[in-house]
T-cell receptor, first 112, second 112 residues
């Protein structure tokens, strides 16, 4: 029973263009969502998060959008850079649960 | 100065052996976690500790025993290792389990 899903295993984008990574969830109790970036042989690195009371959060080139009614969130990277090439995981949690549920990841490749 | 550090980074061992992975965080966080990334790259919660108390044990075989001597450390001991235990194990920590989690670099365990 996968509560957090990333349906695109991979994505290729030209340098300078926008990368859009998508994530769907099923558990309506989730109220805090996160995006992590992971390079090979390293641990996941926190990128950006959003609380369910918001529908958008922006940090530099990274913006996360949350659509609660659709149980969908997305990460926009503008402009994409070759150094953004990595696996991106979305994760979700809710207060008192003491765990983060991760999606299966999307491998982003930014082409120079 | 690494925030979440785990040792060793690589561990190759024979079936039936007992091994430990150590984790330390210097962030002053109250909550620590062990995650397993299997061959399908899925990041799955194993254990959560809050203030040295076990909060979550997510259907992990009892051959896996976490130990938290203090809030800054969460070690993972595995008895009678099996081939299926081969995976990458990540330690993480967060503040109160409801903010972003910081991950260690991972321990790649290979059981032969």
């Amino acid at each position: 029973d996968q509560q957090v899903k990333q349906n695109s295993p991979s994505l290729s984008v030209q340098e300078g263009r926008i990368s859009i990574l998508n994530c769907d969830y099923t558990n309506s109790m989730f109220d805090y969502f996160l995006w992590y970036k992971k390079y090979p042989a390293e641990g996941p690195t926190f990128l950006i998060s959003i609380s369910s009371i918001k529908d958008k959060n922006e940090d530099g080139r990274f913006t996360v959008f949350l659509n609660k009614s659709a149980k969908h969130l997305s990460l926009h990277i503008v402009p994409s850079q070759p150094g953004d090439s990595a696996v991106y995981f979305c994760a979700a949690t809710f207060s008192g649960t003491y765990k983060y549920i991760f999606g299966t990841g999307t491998r982003l490749k930014v082409l120079a | 100065d690494t925030a979440v550090s785990q040792t060793p980074k690589y561990l190759v061992t024979q079936m039936g052996n007992d091994k430990s992975i150590k984790c330390e965080q210097n962030l002053g966080h109250d909550t620590m976690y062990w995650y397993k990334q299997d061959s399908k790259k899925f990041l799955k919660i194993m254990f959560s500790y809050n203030n040295k108390e076990l909060i979550i044990n997510e259907t992990v075989p009892n051959r896996f025993s976490p130990k938290s001597p203090d809030k800054a450390h969460l070690n993972l001991h595995i008895n009678s290792l099996e081939l299926g235990d081969s995976a990458v194990y990540f330690c993480a920590s967060s503040s109160q389990g409801y903010t972003e989690a910081f991950f260690g670099q991972g321990t790649r365990l290979t059981v032969v």
